[in-house]
């Protein structure tokens, strides 16, 4: 079907209305209809959109469109000031599944001070990184052990235990941290790792109470 200037602009004018439901349903339409055109709209809108479902049809929408198209435009959005437009641009990516994004997801972007934008960094870096990368990358997520509140660490712990045996060594050397909450952290997800059935809230209970046992590491451990 093609779709005329007239359609392009209401369906771009929908996008701004004031009812959620209007917005979902215009993205809808968008994602039933791709035309390069919608592509920088759609991508401005997921920075401001303050509905998930309508932040959610955004993202399908533009998983519609070639990604030759989408991706180049989603990475430059990586580098915006505003967290939402990094978070969503990062779940996008994830969506899309093109790795041709990889090289974007920066360390800066997996240590984002904000807790939403490094949490889709996590997700996106394990969707699209590399054969062979795996290593490295869970250094790098390692960093992170013991940051946030429970959900935090709850998607760290997911990314990790995603990455199976390449995330070992890493989560072995954070398991011996200085930090106790970095050493429950590694632990948690070391249990993880071995019963993927355990959940996260006992494993990171039963690790704070091996740590709390333990004591600080010494240098002889």
Do not use: N, Y
Not at 99 to 114: N, V
Not at 144 to 173: H, M, N, W, Y
Not at 197 to 209: L, P, Q, V, Y
């Amino acid at each position: 079907m093609t779709t005329t200037k007239a359609d392009t602009a209401k369906a771009l004018q929908a996008l701004e209305d004031t009812r959620p439901q209007a917005r979902l349903q215009a993205a809808l339409a968008i994602g039933t209809a791709p035309e390069p055109p919608f592509i920088d709209k759609l991508v401005e809108r997921c920075a401001t959109e303050p509905d998930f479902f309508v932040r959610d049809m955004l993202t399908w929408a533009l998983t519609r469109h070639p990604a030759s198209l989408t991706v180049p435009r989603l990475i430059r959005e990586l580098r915006s000031e505003r967290a939402q437009a990094r978070s969503q641009a990062l779940h996008t990516l994830s969506k899309i599944g093109d790795r041709q994004g990889w090289p974007a997801i920066t360390r800066a972007l997996l240590s984002d001070p904000d807790d939403e934008v490094a949490r889709s960094a996590w997700r996106t870096a394990v969707v699209l990184v590399p054969e062979g990368e795996e290593p490295a990358l869970a250094g790098v997520l390692a960093t992170q052990l013991g940051r946030g509140k429970r959900e935090t660490q709850l998607s760290l712990g997911q990314a990790l235990v995603a990455l199976g045996d390449a995330a070992v060594p890493a989560l072995r050397a954070a398991a011996s941290a200085a930090r106790p909450d970095v050493r429950a952290h590694a632990l948690a997800v070391q249990r993880l790792l071995r019963d993927p059935d355990a959940g996260f809230a006992s494993a990171i209970e039963e690790a704070k109470r091996v740590v709390a046992l333990t004591g600080a590491p010494t240098a002889d451990d």
